[in-house]
């Protein structure tokens, strides 16, 4: 027997009145606001290229590895899920499971995607698995399912991507070259490789680098030109903003002559862990120096445990869903950089956690004073229904809604896009009636705000201008 | 002048519409579930002697550190709560800080165990303590408030005791042997004080495991075959599950040679805290070695710092209500373990916790990942209505309920097990019935759920069979 | 145009029926409560001198970092927030930032002294600047706005100051010989600076404490006596309390000649970092020796990186807004002190942390053990509303109420005490009603909690007499 697939208009929305008719009210003026994807993984090839998708599990399993690391939690091994593994089969992998994700934000943007994007009106199961495989796929072939007409639909005013430093960035080119393409697609600098001196592929990236900024790169001021020159490129074409990485923040500045020994020690012979680990501390402290030079806002998230698990990533490569988070720490971390660059008129950082302890504790305190730092929307196993309200109960009191940059998707898939922004706007809205309702802010007010979180905050803290 | 003491039908449940009736239906269908116990400190003796309880202080406060450290805190010493002191001045101390117990969760499962268990109508005050004592007196020497009619009339379909590896299980034993008994009472293998070297009685230890194991402990080598023999000892006697307890958790493997020689030297004499810390991560890992091959699911407890005050350690030793937690941390110090066995098909781990920072941060992503890993029920200082609530909107977006190894409720007097139960199960409606009226999940999913949580979850994670 | 400036009766209660009608009832009974202010930091001075406020600027902006520090945040530099800027420049900068403080305690503060207190009914806005800083003006201008009269409107019992050792509470005994004077106003004792060898102007100091105590200080045996004598002082002029705060806990006691070498060294020359900090954890020990003999009880706040960032310290001096909170940790080490003084019959702690991941895992379970432990009120970044609320829910289930010390406002200003405690009943009874309305607690007993924490718990606690 199948069970029919439906959103309720009131979904995530508070459960009692007064608060629901007013989330309710709050949330119609901004669902339709179009979207701003400051930051995100979707690749610019897949508009360039504009090719339809290959299946349903194409689109909604093999890449997301917020769907593939619970279905291995629920013991289907990853070889199932990807090929040579048929498509059907991968797709019976879900259906079967359905019943196993109830309650996870995974399932709820899978609904949203289905239901809405995919019009499917059954849910998956494992009676409907095959059934549903053969609908997704002949909706997939369609011309309103191909990438350009789902960024159209989704009302996407722009689209950022994550890239490498030596990326030439050609099918932004390649876009931006297109007459009759009417988006806005930008890169993001992601330089975290090329900061590690620990990396056994380091010494390569760094000839990467010396070709894509077309100098040699022999000494420690040949690398930092290069990534300036990089930047430089990047920003000619549309980036806004770099992304920073690390498994455990510090941003203690050496002196040059330090970063000098160790950078030329490390192009002969891989450094040690504390030296790397120093290095990379330097090379933020860096990065945000270029950043109040070259406007570009410094994203940083840190306290990631990347490929927890060995096998798997010998197996599957990074990216496969055993990262894990560890204890963050930001105050003292971060103190370095803040001292030299924090009251820099130009410079501007966001911050992302994964450890929901540093939002009362270190965020939102940071955030209320330095005017260069905002805090980022909840990010990664925090972009959650519930992750969403802690974070905006643990720093609202404390620094309100406009030192945090509104809602940022960091969203894998094209298709998950409008569903996470559509789950924020409707927690924002929750959360903004509760302060309605609990008389801390007039209707008037929590409308601007709602708006500001869905759009205008994102827009003018990433400086895309327009906003 | 007395106040009335009394349950009211809803207590626990939402208080506004329509999550109020929406979690009253939910739990009226699993009220009434068998209760499964996979995780508890009640002896066996106690169902296999089947002796009358003495009078309530014996009951109720003395064997209880979680009342009697809040009475202790209220500023009645701990020589006051335990014989020589008599029993209706014991309870009087009770009765007498009644008030200054409010909200707190052990009044909650005194209320539930007085007003359900004991048929008490009258709330327990100075001026009550004496007529409540004579009539508690007289209800616990019926027949009915015996362990086996309380074990009958509560429902319990498996209990679980916690035992000592050297233990001959000899209770367990009379109780499968008795015709007249047809409850289920299965031991759990805890080798904590074996495996942790730095002890002053570890010698003494060893001899009773070696007596136990019948065999010689001279090696490392011995040590592990006896610890096997033990698992398996156990195993036979219905043991589907063993139980650690660390203060910091590391599971690094040593090499056999640095095992045998540390094992070898703290034979001989006392072993330093460094070596002591190595070989207990090492055991650790020996410990999920042999789950693999025993099928014996792993239940790890870290970061409690045991016998805090040590004037109370030596005056009433352990257990006395001064363990206070600790920071946690599983990412990094699982992570060891995990690579060699988080996926292997028969490891299973129940991982319990303190620290709830770790929920959303770690445990959450690691059950997410690994198909070994399940999350236990708030613990200890957690396992209370607002600490379950907490656990579940912390962990269900990122993992639902099904990585969850539902209620369990290491319970240590038997009349507070249907107590901790009620409360959970009533929690978990409430938290279920949130999600439905947000239209997350629909009712018959949640009812489903509840059923889970309350009942079949534990019965198949624990592997009980039959659930 | 204009907006009005409104508070309505119900807010922060909680939105729905039958919660919101519970804790307007419960509010109603406490609303008038006599204020008990334990811990503060408006100067005796004021009231002794009983002048009349400057200006609207200088009431409520510049000597409050809370208010500066997210003006920052906001984009206006220090310099334009404090004199020589105009006030009427000062008071614009606020009033033009309104709509960005909206969510934030700071915002609802203020407009509670501005409505409540000051009478204004219009919201500061750009267009209202001007207009409410001249209505404002004149209002401060009349007698029934100088201290003294905010006194008695705000039905102030008790206050409290924070001061230092060597402070000759002139004001204190000015106040106290004055025949027009009906209010109590008594010091603290707050030592951090005498205990820190690491300061750049210990010796300095140590001149000043001699002074005061008149005798020279020339030895550590020297040094602890002054310190008895300055106490006794301080208890002779009606403090009931010391204060110490500290960036990282740590309460080791030193044997005695290690503390007299560091002493003496420290006088001949700086000492190094490590010694320092072994000191300070001896002095905070030698603090809980002296309060188990003098009977001040001992409040103690860790984990705050004061001064982070240089250039503003440099400029303005601390307490300008950037001291951002650390990780804390108690349950190590408190344990040391708690093993000698936590079941002294005469000794008393308050705690408070700005890490609320303490809440739950250390705080709780201390004050549920140790009878000299009590829980402050969240404390600066968490005292706001949700900090509260999650405050109580953190502890509640594990301790109740009455480990915990009620309210306790910390305030810099006077006119913003009325508006924390206000603040802190109306949360305390939402907390409240939630559990009348889930038959956790019954109505008259959430009444008499509610009076417990707006005023006799803190009175006890803190040993104010007549509580």
């Known amino acids: 027997m199948s069970q029919p697939l439906a959103i309720h208009p009131h979904v995530l929305l508070p459960s009692s009145e007064p608060a629901r008719s007013v989330a309710a009210e709050l949330y119609a003026e901004i669902?339709?606001?179009?979207?701003?994807?400051?930051?995100?993984?979707?690749?610019?090839?897949?508009?360039?290229?504009?090719?339809?998708?290959?299946?349903?599990?194409?689109?909604?399993?093999?890449?997301?590895h917020y769907v593939t690391r619970l279905l291995h939690a629920h013991g289907v091994a990853l070889d199932?899920?990807?090929?040579?593994?048929?498509?059907?089969?991968?797709?019976?992998h879900l259906c079967e499971h359905w019943p196993l994700l109830s309650g996870t934000v995974v399932r709820l943007w899978l609904e949203l995607v289905l239901h809405d994007v995919?019009?499917?009106?059954?849910?998956?199961?494992?009676?409907?698995?095959?059934?549903?495989?053969?609908e997704l796929s002949?909706?997939?072939?369609?011309?309103?399912?191909?990438?350009?007409?789902?960024?159209?639909?989704?009302?996407?005013?722009?689209?950022?991507?994550?890239?490498?430093?030596?990326?030439?960035?050609?099918?932004?080119?390649?876009?931006?070259?297109?007459?009759?393409?009417?988006?806005?697609?930008?890169?993001?600098?992601?330089?975290?490789?090329?900061?590690?001196?620990?990396?056994?592929?380091?010494?390569?990236?760094?000839?990467?680098?010396?070709?894509?900024?077309?100098?040699?790169?022999?000494?420690?001021?040949?690398?930092?030109?290069?990534?300036?020159?990089r930047r430089g490129y990047f920003a000619e074409h549309g980036a806004t903003s770099?992304?920073?990485?690390?498994?455990?923040?510090?941003?203690?500045?050496?002196?040059?002559?330090?970063?000098?020994?160790?950078?030329?020690?490390?192009?002969?012979?891989?450094?040690?862990?504390?030296?790397?680990?120093?290095?990379?501390?330097h090379m933020l402290d860096e990065m945000a120096r270029m950043s109040c030079e070259d406007g570009l806002v410094m994203q940083l998230h840190p306290g990631v445990l990347r490929d927890h698990h060995g096998a798997t990533l010998h197996a599957h490569g990074p990216n496969a869903g055993a990262d894990i988070p560890l204890r963050a720490e930001f105050t003292s971390a971060l103190r370095p950089l803040l001292e030299r660059y924090g009251t820099?008129?130009?410079?501007?950082?966001?911050?992302?956690?994964v450890d929901e302890t540093t939002f009362s504790r270190e965020l939102a305190p940071l955030a209320g004073f330095y005017p260069s730092v905002y805090l980022g929307a909840p990010w990664w196993f925090l972009d959650s229904p519930a992750g969403m309200l802690r974070f905006r109960r643990a720093v609202t009191d404390t620094v309100g809604f406009h030192r945090t940059a509104g809602f940022v998707d960091d969203a894998r898939a094209l298709c998950s896009i409008p569903a996470r922004h559509e789950v924020a706007r409707r927690v924002d809205c929750a959360f903004l009636a509760e302060l309605v309702c609990e008389h801390r802010l007039s209707l008037a007010e929590?409308?601007?705000i709602a708006r500001d979180l869905a759009h205008d905050l994102p827009a003018r803290v990433f400086r895309l201008g327009g906003g």
């Open 344 to 353: 820099h008129p130009s410079f501007r950082m966001v911050l992302f956690t």
């Open 80 to 92: 199932e899920l990807r090929p040579p593994a048929e498509p059907r089969s991968i797709w019976r």
């Open 118 to 134: 995919l019009g499917a009106r059954v849910a998956p199961s494992a009676a409907t698995a095959d059934v549903l495989f053969d």
């Open 242 to 281: 770099s992304d920073h990485g690390v498994q455990t923040l510090a941003t203690e500045r050496l002196d040059e002559g330090a970063a000098r020994r160790i950078f030329a020690a490390a192009l002969r012979s891989r450094c040690d862990r504390q030296e790397a680990g120093a290095f990379g501390a």
């Open 446 to 448: 929590a409308a601007t």
């Open 138 to 229: 002949e909706r997939l072939a369609l011309p309103e399912a191909r990438p350009r007409a789902l960024y159209e639909r989704f009302g996407i005013e722009l689209l950022t991507t994550t890239d490498d430093p030596a990326d030439d960035l050609r099918h932004h080119r390649a876009l931006a070259a297109d007459p009759d393409w009417h988006g806005r697609v930008i890169p993001t600098f992601r330089p975290d490789a090329y900061l590690d001196l620990s990396r056994p592929d380091w010494p390569a990236q760094i000839e990467h680098l010396a070709a894509a900024a077309d100098m040699p790169i022999d000494t420690y001021d040949d690398f930092v030109a290069a990534l300036e020159r």
């Open 31 to 64: 669902a339709g606001a179009p979207i701003v994807s400051p930051h995100g993984h979707v690749e610019a090839a897949l508009l360039a290229e504009d090719a339809p998708f290959a299946d349903p599990a194409a689109l909604l399993v093999t890449p997301d």
